[in-house]
Nanobody, 120 residues
């Protein structure tokens, strides 16, 4: 399972760091990422990072956010700065996992979501 934390209320221009940790055994993780969903809108990718470290960012957060991960801890981080009211959303972490035992099924795990609210 995934446990996300770090959301909260911040003023425009402020910073937040989101953390998401995967727990359990018998799996490996390839890509970990963060998505967000504002009321009435579709869930969208914010950023993701592969096990080898390659990253992908949404244009809306590029230059303001940094995603990183600790493979030994199965944890992904999202450091967000210069936050804007438009960043207000529920942020969800996601992990693309594969079972380490036959038939090596793949699963997408989702965290419970953490609210980020940016006030103007």
């Amino acid at each position: 399972q995934l446990q996300a934390s770090g959301g909260g209320l911040v003023q425009s221009g402020g910073s937040l760091r989101l953390t998401c940790a995967a727990s359990g055994s018998g799996f490996s993780i390839n890509v970990m990422g963060w998505y967000r969903q504002a009321p009435g809108k579709q869930r969208e990718l914010v950023a993701d990072i592969a096990k080898g470290g390659s990253t992908n960012y949404a244009d809306s957060v590029k230059g303001r956010s940094t995603i990183s991960r600790d493979n030994a801890k199965n944890t992904v981080y999202l450091q967000m700065s210069s936050l804007e009211p438009e960043d207000t959303s529920v942020y969800y972490c996601k992990a693309e996992t594969r079972s380490t035992s036959f038939p090596y099924k793949t699963y997408d795990w989702w965290g419970q979501g953490t609210q980020v609210t940016v006030s103007s």
